[in-house]
């Protein structure tokens, strides 16, 4: 009942920035964290960050600290990924999720966007 429209992505060169948005519509009220996921080619989905809809803590993977930040627009419905200082490793494709729970874990969310690329060359 809730569907996540994720958009930003792109090219970018190593050192630039990039800023993934996504807006969630339907049965929002639900939603508890929403988080941002990635997945490389031939690599297991992995955790970035997340944030809890309410007090708006935020969660990041250890790769990620002082690069990126994520945010919410609670009016909106829209969760923002800035990130800064791209690296050739960050290069995935990038998920947005909605959880009905406080959670990092990737099967414990139950809403996923259609995924945005982000590529980044040295």
């Known amino acids: 009942q809730v569907q996540l429209v994720e958009s930003g992505g792109g090219l970018v060169q190593a050192g630039g920035s990039l800023r993934l948005s996504c807006t969630a519509s339907?049965?929002?009220?639900?939603?508890?964290?929403m988080g941002w996921f990635r997945r490389a080619p031939g690599e297991e989905r992995e955790f970035v960050a997340a944030?809890?809809?309410?007090?708006?803590?935020?969660y990041y993977t250890d790769s990620v600290k002082g690069r990126f930040t994520i945010s919410r627009d609670i009016a909106k419905g829209t969760v923002y990924l800035q990130m800064n200082s791209l690296k050739p490793e960050d290069t995935a494709a990038y998920y947005c999720?909605?959880?009905?729970?406080?959670?990092?874990?990737?099967?414990?969310?139950?809403?996923w966007g259609q995924g945005t690329q982000v590529t980044v060359s040295s």
């Open positions: 999720a909605a959880a009905s729970r406080t959670t990092v874990v990737d099967r414990e969310y139950e809403y």
């Open positions: 339907g049965r929002t009220f639900t939603t508890i964290t």
């Open positions: 944030i809890t809809r309410t007090a708006g803590t935020t």
